[in-house]
């Protein structure tokens, strides 16, 4: 339960209230609703300068981007772990804020990232490798931090790695929402 609460304590964009975060309670950081588009990654439908929003979506380890390779893997873990021991996660409550719907808690967390990722996509096809600063912002913390963030070049690995997900869980997700599966899979 320690281990997937984990990913509750790094998510961007919401508060981590105390009820659910305790004395790791803390404010909203990066609402990442203005994204600035850079050179790199713009496309026809979206041109370098254009704002777009990607909200939600965990921390990396070190600092204050969110990357669709670093984080796809954590989603796969997280999705498989329910496919293999579904009857496990389905009464398993780790205090999250969505713990009271009718999807697993272990899913529930997987679709906070699941959702930035798909908020990374572009109009053609292409993924956004991460969402992120010029430069690392140090050691403030996250509400506190008000750089401008921007979104990379689309990359190889961060489509692939997107599309697996996307798979996955239009699979794991038919049963409890039929609109987010059917938006995964196309």
């Known amino acids: 339960k320690a281990t997937l609460k984990y990913y509750y304590f790094n ?3 919401m508060p981590i209230v105390n009820e659910y975060g305790g004395k790791l309670a803390r404010e909203a950081g990066h609402p990442d609703t203005a994204v600035v588009v850079l050179p790199s990654a713009a496309s026809s439908t979206r041109p370098a300068g254009t704002k777009i929003a990607t909200p939600g979506g965990w921390y990396d380890a070190g600092d204050y981007n969110k990357y669709i390779v670093s984080s796809a893997g954590p989603v796969f ?6 496919e293999t021991y579904p009857a496990l996660y389905d009464s398993l409550d ?3 804020p969505e713990n009271k719907n009718n999807i697993p808690d ?3 967390e997987a679709l906070y990232n699941i959702r930035w990722m798909m908020s990374m996509q572009d109009e053609d096809g292409g993924v956004y490798n991460k969402t992120t600063e010029a430069n690392f912002s140090g050691f403030d913390m996250p509400a506190k931090v008000n750089a401008t963030r921007y979104v990379t070049t689309k990359g ?3 489509t692939l790695d997107f599309a697996a997900v996307m798979a996955m869980t239009s699979r794991v997700y038919r049963k409890y929402n039929t609109q987010l599966a059917d938006s995964a899979l196309n």
Do not use: E
């Open 106 to 108: 272990i899913l529930d």
């Open 77 to 82: 873990t997280l999705l498989s772990a329910y």
């Open 156 to 158: 190889t690995a961060a």
């Open 94 to 96: 780790l205090n999250i």
């Open 11 to 13: 998510r961007a964009s």
